[in-house]
């Protein structure tokens, strides 16, 4: 554990960089909960909202992102990689709280 610190450093995530991750990690945390609380128990309205939700990232990340501010054509990886870690933090919410779905049998 005591090497990480260095290696973070070597790819260019130092501690300048924690405030930005944080701002990510929020974001996600922020679209993971409106996806999670969007589920329904049709399957092509939830890749509807999936879409919806990818394209709030991007949209998104093209105003207000991180790395590429007001630049259509790299804020799709930002947006991407954003919309990734939404999915994850749905995941997560699934797991600790369960399926907002009503059982069906």
Do not use: C
Not at 36 to 60: H, K, M, Q, V
């Amino acid at each position: 554990m005591a090497n990480i610190e260095p290696f973070l450093r070597r790819v260019g995530l130092g501690p300048e960089g924690w405030p930005h991750a944080r701002l990510l990690f929020w974001r996600g945390l922020l679209l993971g909960t409106a996806l999670y609380l969007s589920l329904t128990s049709d399957p092509e309205r939830n890749l509807r909202y999936n879409a919806i939700a990818f394209i709030a990232a991007y949209i998104w990340t093209y105003y207000d992102g991180l790395i590429v501010k007001q630049r259509w054509s790299l804020a799709w990886t930002e947006a991407l990689f954003l919309h990734l870690l939404t999915v994850q933090f749905g995941k997560i919410l699934i797991l600790i709280f369960g399926s907002p779905l009503p059982a069906v049998g």
